[in-house]
């Protein structure tokens, strides 16, 4: 049966990209006397859930910020865990990817991943690259910082031996991130009650609309998927103009 949330979702004013930042599994895993580890195998699952839920509404990116350039300084056994687990995870999930014609990308410095993560990640972003229908994006020892700055010494190491035109606009600049070629994201949710950027897509998040669900990232479901999604519709989304302007 259909949820009332899903049900109450304007499918004509859907985003077309939603960022995710999953956060909570740790806070779950203590909640649930667990090893964190097995906070974010449950994450998993919500992975797993609101990849659907987007790709069955009609989401054309979502973008999951699952390891940041700071989640290095974890304990090792946790950032070993979520190497493996994200490795376990492509290689389970690769098949149903691919039969839901879902396109797996990822941003982040890539290189300084552990060789199995990379390879695993970098099979199945080639595997499913011709997929149409949504492109799951998994933001991997990213950060928006890191991001800005290798998009600025590219600029300043191309513009050595090519004459770059300036004054560079946003369109050329967009084009140096990561990010190149996907729209930017109009619904961010970040879970578990915190209230913060995380260093994650600044350039990127600049007219994005923001959804704090209280939920952790374990327990979030597609229920808590549409809430988020009807919380952005009732918002009116104004890009710097007045609300007359808008009407008109
Ligand atoms: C934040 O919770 C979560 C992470 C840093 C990792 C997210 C990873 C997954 C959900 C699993 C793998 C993902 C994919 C895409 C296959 P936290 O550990 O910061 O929680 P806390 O704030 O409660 O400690």
Excluded: C
Excluded at 70 to 85: I, Y
Excluded at 120 to 146: C, F, H, P, Q
Excluded at 163 to 188: C, K, Q, R, W
Aim: no cysteine; hydrophobic share 40%.
């Amino acid at each position: 049966m259909e949820s009332p949330e899903l049900a109450a979702i304007d499918i004509q004013n859907l985003p077309q990209h939603i960022a995710v930042i999953m956060d909570g599994n740790g806070r779950w895993a203590k909640l649930h006397n667990m090893p964190r580890l097995f906070g974010h195998k449950q994450g998993v699952k919500a992975v797993r859930e609101i990849t659907e839920a987007s790709a069955e509404l009609g989401i054309k990116f979502l973008t999951l910020y699952a390891f940041s350039t700071e989640n290095w300084s974890r304990p090792e056994m946790e950032v070993m865990g979520l190497m493996s687990l994200l490795v376990e995870t492509i290689k389970a999930e690769l098949n149903t990817l691919e039969k839901n014609n879902i396109r797996l990308r990822a941003i982040g410095d890539l290189s300084k991943l552990p060789d199995n993560t990379r390879t695993a990640l970098l099979s199945g972003i080639e595997k499913t690259k011709r997929n149409t229908r949504m492109d799951l994006v998994l933001a991997l020892n990213y950060s928006s910082r890191w991001e800005i700055l290798s998009a600025v010494n590219k600029i300043a190491e191309q513009s050595k031996n090519e004459n770059i035109h300036l004054p560079i606009d946003e369109a050329v600049f967009s084009s140096y991130l990561s990010t190149n070629g996907i729209p930017d994201p109009e619904l961010l949710i970040r879970t578990s009650g915190e209230h913060r950027i995380s260093n994650f897509l600044l350039w990127q998040l600049a007219y994005t609309e923001f959804h704090f669900s209280n939920v952790f990232w374990p327990d979030f479901r597609k229920k808590n998927l549409y809430e988020a999604i009807l919380d952005f519709q009732k918002r009116q989304r104004r890009f710097g103009k007045t609300s007359e302007q808008i009407a008109r």
